[in-house]
Every structure is written in C-alpha cells, then in structure tokens.
C-alpha cells in the first residue's frame, strides 16, 4: 500500500506530541494538601507494615519535608512530618515490648 508508511510516522508523531504535552502539563502543576497527604500517608503506611526502620522513616519522612517546603509556599512542615510518622512510636514501643 503506498504511503502507508508516512500515515503510520505521522500517526506516531502526533500521539507521542499528545503524550508529551500532556505529561507537561502534569508536571507543572502546583502540589497541594491532597498530595502532601498522599506522600504522608505512604510513607506512615511504610513504616506501620515494617518495610521502613524507625531510622529510615525519619531520614525519609525528613528529606520530603525539607524537599516538599520548596513546592508550596502554605506548605506546613511539622503537619507534613507529624502525619508522616505517626506510625512511628508505636512500631517503637511494639520493638521495646519485643526486646524486654
């Protein structure tokens, strides 16, 4: 079938343009309450099912902090670290209760 070629790359073309521009303007959205909870609470649900050690969850839970205060202007830091590690003094106490 002549052409067919061409209409398949400009087929292809104009998909991975829509692609693009669509993942563009994902990425310029502004970040909200909705996703620091998002990010919080998977990152609370790490440490309650043990994947995370107290230690990493605070180094975690830390590095989005200081990362995240940049996205957003309103951004509260000590809610964001409080819901991220909510988790964590009672996987603590369950270690303590464990050891003795």
Known sequence: MPGSKYIIHK????LSSSVAST???WY??????KDFNLIASTIDGL????TLSPHDAI??????????CQTNDR???NRFYEA???????VER???EACS
């Not at 087929?11 to 104009?14: I, K, P, W």
């Not at 310029?28 to 309450?33: E, G, I, Y």
């Not at 440490?47 to 043990?50: A, L, Q, V």
């Not at 991220?84 to 009672?90: E, I």
């Open 59 to 68: 180094v975690v839970a830390s590095r989005f902090e200081f990362e995240l």
């Open 84 to 90: 991220a590690t909510k988790s964590l003094p009672r």
């Open 75 to 77: 951004f509260d830091h």
């Open 28 to 33: 310029n959205k502004r970040m909200t309450r």
């Open 23 to 25: 993942q563009t303007t």
């Open 11 to 14: 087929l292809s073309t104009a």
């Open 94 to 96: 369950q270690f303590e």
């Open 47 to 50: 440490i309650s099912d043990g």
